[in-house]
């Protein structure tokens, strides 16, 4: 709490800025009207404090005061300005408040002598001038009663920020400004009404979640009005909170409106054929495993034979989301039986594919006279490279 007033505005080298600074707690309470404002009901309590020391001003005071005050929020997630469910709101404020207080003085040290401020800048135990007086120093402890407990009406001005964590936990940033109606919280009743501006940084949990504002409430979103409550699809997650809207009535999602995938493999459980399928597996359409010894049955009953290019684009046609190099290893743990076949059962015309020399054509001599094929560094032919597929299926 930071106070402004007429002690404390004539300050000499030896009080710095900061010295008036006091610790301040606050509770508050807020609830959300609708979508442009909030109610907020504070709790202040804390102490005001003021020191000058120069040649023609020597006052001090420090001021406990308990106050409350109602405020009208006006969020910047209202739909206008910004979106609903920010991660970093800013709000202003502006409230009435009731305080009381009472201002005292520290005019005496710890040994009851009362401070005589000198024309040199001392602090001495008697009066200017007097002969036999000493140098002594303020303990800061403010010990005496300046004026009976009095109160006040006040007018908050905020402004702050809201960071939000989660649905239930926030942050708040603030900055309140406090107008007075009286000019004696110093005890100087002079000039204008005292001020004091209250800085905090305080944590809020919602008993309620974000989006639940009670019944008909509405939120901008997207330039429309939208009902918070509204379940198009029925899934028993809100439209705003959906990330899967359309979902078919019946089916079981998860907090965020879309389908369970229970073994996490690409394919929702209504939709699943194989609901428990080993992780990491690659799967069909229906969620079924690929059996490797099918893909290369399929792969070879179904490619045009007179097109590489079609045979590789029936495979991410009928596998999507399925890349080639799957297929690939999928072939290899099919077929690659190095040393069973003997190596006269090759065709003279694919010998040279063979690179290891171990009677069988493996994926990865496949895949080499393909690619070599493509680069031009190959004698096939695409009728050879297509002949030489057929003959790898059949191996």
């Not at 401020?117 to 001392?122: I, L, N, P, T």
């Not at 009095?150 to 920020?161: A, C, D, K, N």
């Amino acid at each position: 709490m930071s106070y402004f007033g007429n002690v404390g505005a004539a300050k000499s080298s030896g009080v710095g800025s900061f010295t008036d600074i006091r610790p301040g707690f606050n509770l508050n309470i807020e609830e959300r009207l609708n979508r442009v404002f909030a109610l907020a009901m504070n709790v202040n309590m804390g102490h005001l404090s003021g020191n000058d020391h120069s040649p023609t001003d020597n006052l001090n005071f420090e001021t406990k005061l308990f106050q409350g005050d109602l405020n009208l929020v006006f969020p910047f997630d209202n739909g206008f300005i910004m979106h609903k469910n920010e991660g970093i709101v800013p709000y202003i404020s502006i409230g009435i408040g009731y305080m009381t207080f009472q201002p005292f003085g520290d005019l005496k040290d710890a040994q009851g002598r009362t401070y005589y401020y000198w024309a040199d800048g001392s602090i001495r135990n008697l009066p200017q001038s007097t002969p036999g007086a000493i140098r002594i120093n303020r303990d800061y402890v403010f010990e005496t009663s300046l004026a009976a407990g009095q109160s006040t009406l006040t007018i908050p001005l905020g402004i702050g920020f809201k960071l939000n964590f989660n649905d239930h936990f926030s942050a708040h940033l603030n900055a309140a400004y406090d107008l007075c109606l009286t000019n004696k919280i110093d005890n100087v009743n002079t000039g204008s009404n005292d001020k004091y501006l209250y800085t905090s940084v305080s944590v809020h949990y919602a008993f309620k979640r974000k989006n639940d504002e009670g019944p008909g409430a509405a939120i901008y979103e997207g330039g429309e009005v939208v009902d918070a409550k509204t379940d198009s699809d029925g899934d028993g997650v809100p439209d705003i909170n959906d990330q899967c809207p359309g979902t078919p009535k019946g089916v079981v999602v998860d907090k965020h409106g879309c389908p369970v995938d229970t073994d996490g493999d690409g394919v929702p459980d209504y939709l699943d054929k194989e609901p428990n399928t080993p992780k990491g597996t690659p799967v069909d359409e229906h969620g079924v495993s690929i059996n490797f010894n099918d893909v290369a049955k399929k792969a070879k009953a179904q490619h045009d034979a007179d097109s590489i290019a079609a045979f590789l684009d029936h495979w991410q046609t009928t596998h999507p989301g399925v890349a080639i190099t799957v297929l690939m290893d999928s072939l290899q743990k099919a077929h690659v039986s190095p040393g069973k076949a003997p190596k006269n059962t090759i065709p003279a015309d694919f010998q040279s594919v063979d690179k290891n020399g171990d009677g069988v054509i493996s994926v990865a001599e496949l895949n080499q006279a393909i690619d070599d094929f493509f680069n031009g560094s190959s004698d096939l032919t695409v009728d050879k490279i297509n002949k030489l597929i057929d003959y790898f299926f059949e191996q």
